[in-house]
């Protein structure tokens, strides 16, 4: 991203911001809750009463991949930050180069898109163009179905996408104040977030999931009585066991998870009939 593009995505994004905490819609400066047939526009996504799935087809072209895919992230991390999204490369098929899922209160939206969507599904009367699918759930039921359409990728998306899809020049693409967890889980900050975590009330509620796995160091044993005191000190004082940890004279090693509070990754089946 150049600097010329944050400083427009700085100010696009404080409008959006301050427009959604008064409840209305940064692009077109109604109300969030207002639909109008004849005024496609993005905050759609929030499903405003009178919002049918067969209007859908009238973003397209209005918003690409990126657009639209970035307004999820930003209205998710209004809620709660980075939690809302999963965007792991580690659950996301090989095969997809965008899998996406995203939840904001009741409403979820997934993003997938493989190469043979970019490239078009060449002996399909639909789909014979660059695409990507989308998926919106309501209170877990579905609203939208992958297979219900083919949505056009713009120019830009299909640049960005190639970009992102090749390894000789390294680019880091991420969402600018739509970070998510592929974000949080990334090296530099796992250090940070077990010495910053506390345990959370609920596993429904935790954002990361520890597992840390003790050995003993080579010609040493450790004691099960030391480990029960941790375990025991972590419940009562909520600081996470695998921070506790590195008190034992032992090799520790913490891997660190997406939690049950973060949206499952919506997977799209990939029989001929979801193409
Ligand atoms: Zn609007
Ligand atoms: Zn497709």
């Not at 008064?22 to 009463?49: E, V």
């Not at 999820?72 to 965007?87: G, H, S």
């Not at 003790?214 to 909520?238: C, N």
Request: include cysteine; hydrophobic fraction near 35%; aromatic fraction near 12%.
């Amino acid at each position: 991203m150049s600097e010329q593009e944050m400083k427009r995505t700085d100010e696009l994004y404080n409008a959006f911001k301050e427009h959604f905490s008064k409840g209305s819609c940064y692009k077109c400066g109604s109300s969030l809750k207002a639909f109008s047939s004849k005024k496609p526009c993005i905050h759609w996504f929030l499903r405003p009463k009178d919002f049918k799935k067969k209007h859908f087809k009238s973003l397209f072209g209005l918003y690409g991949y990126f657009q639209m895919e970035a307004f999820a992230r930003w209205v998710a991390n209004q809620d709660d930050p980075v939690t809302n999204i999963n965007d792991l490369d580690m659950e996301k098929s090989e095969k997809k180069i965008i899998e996406t899922t995203i939840k904001y209160k009741h409403i979820e939206w997934s993003f997938s898109c493989s190469n043979s969507d970019i490239e078009g599904h060449v002996n399909s009367q639909q789909g014979n163009f660059p695409h990507f699918h989308f998926q919106m759930r309501l209170d877990n039921k579905p609203f939208i179905n992958y297979k219900d359409f083919h949505i056009p990728l713009k120019d830009e998306d299909i640049w960005k996408l190639a970009m992102i899809n090749q390894t000789e020049i390294p680019i880091e693409h991420h969402f600018r104040y739509g970070e998510g967890m592929q974000s949080a889980l990334s090296d530099d900050t796992l250090e940070f977030l077990i010495d910053n975590s506390e345990k959370a009330e609920n596993e429904s509620e935790a954002t990361y999931k520890f597992n840390t796995i003790v050995t003993a160091k080579q010609g040493q044993t450790i004691s099960g009585d030391d480990i029960a005191d941790l375990i025991e000190e972590s419940k009562r004082t909520g600081t996470p066991f695998a921070k506790l940890a590195h008190r034992l004279v032992a090799n520790v090693q913490t891997i660190v998870k997406a939690g049950d509070a973060v949206p499952e990754l919506a997977k799209r089946t990939s029989t001929k009939k979801n193409k």
